[in-house]
């Protein structure tokens, strides 16, 4: 199963909160609302987690994320708003 876990620092404090693929493809595309801190860590994998970098912006709405060797570890779609 897909696991993500996201570190977000909110009014200077460390927020965490585990995700789905749905929801952390939801949490990216709405970073331009909320303005916040973050790192993302794929947790999929028993005993491992991995350090995930957003991609950036990409044609069509299409949110990447990948791993420290460049591979990449999730994509979805998110909004035009």
């Known amino acids: 199963m897909e696991k993500y876990l996201v570190q977000r620092i909110i009014d200077g404090e460390s927020h965490a909160e585990l995700m789905t ?3 952390l493809i939801n ?3 709405m970073d ?3 303005g916040e801190d973050y ?3 794929d947790m999929s994998e028993f005993g491992k987690v991995k350090e995930l970098e957003y991609v950036g912006w990409q044609p069509h709405c ?3 994320l990948k ?3 460049g591979n990449v ?3 979805g ?3 035009d708003h």
Do not use: M, P, Q, R
């Open 67 to 69: 791993d420290a060797n």
């Open 32 to 34: 331009d609302c909320h």
């Open 39 to 41: 790192k993302v860590f």
């Open 62 to 64: 299409l949110i990447e």
């Open 73 to 75: 570890v999730v994509s």
């Open 77 to 79: 779609y998110g909004t």
């Open 27 to 29: 949490y990216i595309d």
């Open 21 to 23: 693929k749905a929801a």
